[in-house]
Nanobody, 122 residues
């Protein structure tokens, strides 16, 4: 069974940095792409960044130049380096991976982490 475990959230002052990490465990055949989402109180879940085949990355406009996503398919991990944090970045951050499990390599499924709280406040 595939599971994602996140770490690295916390409280930081505006302008500070945090690094989120997410690791997939279980028997994986391959990972198609990795993403970070976030959900702020009273708002819809928002796609923040994507890491896909060929080391391609995409970002939502509000984090461009401040956040960096990187993935390691050999280690089944994805990280989100967040710099110059703002109060509006406060949210629960979720990692997700589109994975082909070892038992069913012809199919792919989205797996989600449990979420980690990021609070940006002075």
């Amino acid at each position: 069974q595939v599971q994602l475990v996140e770490s690295g959230g916390g409280l930081v002052q505006p302008g500070g940095s945090l690094r989120l990490s997410c690791a997939a465990s279980g028997r994986l055949y391959s990972i198609n792409f990795m993403c970070w989402y976030r959900q702020a109180p009273g708002k819809e879940r928002e796609l923040v960044a994507v890491f896909s085949t060929g080391d391609r990355t995409t970002y939502t406009d509000s984090v461009k130049g401040r956040f960096t996503i990187s993935g390691d398919n050999a280690k089944n991990t994805v990280t989100l380096q967040m710099n110059s944090l703002r109060p509006e970045d406060t949210a629960v951050y979720y990692c997700t991976m589109n994975i082909r499990p070892y038992a069913y390599p012809s199919s792919s499924y989205d797996y989600w982490g449990q979420g980690t709280q990021v609070t940006v406040s002075s």
